[in-house]
């Protein structure tokens, strides 16, 4: 019973979180880790995956220490026990894991750490789940962001257009996915300075976060804001529907 209850709290977690009702998740997510904790011990993988997901809430509250400190121990028991935990989820938990990581990493700017867990969540992906898989596409996505946060514009570019080749052979164009990705190269292709070459990219994010997610989700709106920067870098302003200026690119 104490395991179907942390169960529910988890779930519950995911659905406070996704409502933006963040300070609500965190509680109930908590107390998941504490009743799985008193059933499991304190290194089992169901430990880790609360504390992943404990770590991203924490992200999300803009908590950046306090995700950290979770993230770090969700490793040291993933590199503590192995051995003892395989299988796809086991991959699915660790590879979260290191992208939290690579991402805490990058926002204190230890850029070398930060590409060190990057790289071998790509290799786990890669690994574990192909070349071609989902898994893969994200991972080559994560790497990309830390390359254009330290400057190394080819690098991430190369790295985004791979990912968007598998995202696009796996799920097709009309998904979230390659949203992100063309939001992410019209953004390296901005910071480069090619505003000409930033504009199919940034539009087409644009575009199909319209198309998925309506023209009033906030996400929809950050594309729309940054497809107006590179619109703004071009001299272009007869998009009067759009924002004027960056934000997020």
Not at 216 to 240: C, H, K, N, V, W
């Amino acid at each position: 019973m104490t395991i179907d209850r942390a169960l529910e709290l988890q779930a519950r977690a995911w659905t406070l979180q996704a409502e933006g009702n963040l300070e609500d998740a965190f509680a109930a997510c908590h107390e998941a880790l504490l009743l799985t904790e008193q059933c499991e011990g304190s290194d089992s993988a169901d430990v880790a995956n609360l504390l992943n997901d404990l770590a991203e809430i924490e992200c999300d509250r803009q908590k950046f220490q306090a995700a950290l400190t979770y993230s770090e121990r969700t490793l040291a028991i993933e590199k503590a026990y192995f051995n003892r935990y395989t299988g796809e989820m086991a991959a699915r938990i660790r590879l979260k894991t290191l992208a939290l990581l690579g991402q805490l990493r990058r926002l204190q700017g230890d850029y070398v750490r930060a590409e060190n867990e990057l790289q071998e969540a790509v290799r786990l992906a890669v690994g574990e789940f192909g070349e071609t898989s989902g898994e893969s596409a994200q991972a080559l996505n994560d790497l990309g962001v830390l390359h254009k946060y330290c400057g190394r514009f080819d690098e991430g570019l190369r790295l985004y257009k791979e990912a968007l080749r598998v995202t696009m052979a796996t799920q097709g164009e009309e998904c979230l996915t390659a949203c992100t990705i063309y939001h992410n190269m019209g953004g390296i292709l901005f910071s480069k300075g090619d505003f000409a070459a930033a504009k199919p990219y940034g539009e087409k994010a644009w575009e199909l976060s319209q198309r998925l997610l309506g023209e009033s989700d906030p996400r929809t709106m950050a594309d729309a804001a940054a497809f107006a920067a590179i619109l703004d870098g071009l001299g272009r302003y007869e998009r009067g529907n759009l924002p004027s200026r960056a934000c997020g690119v």
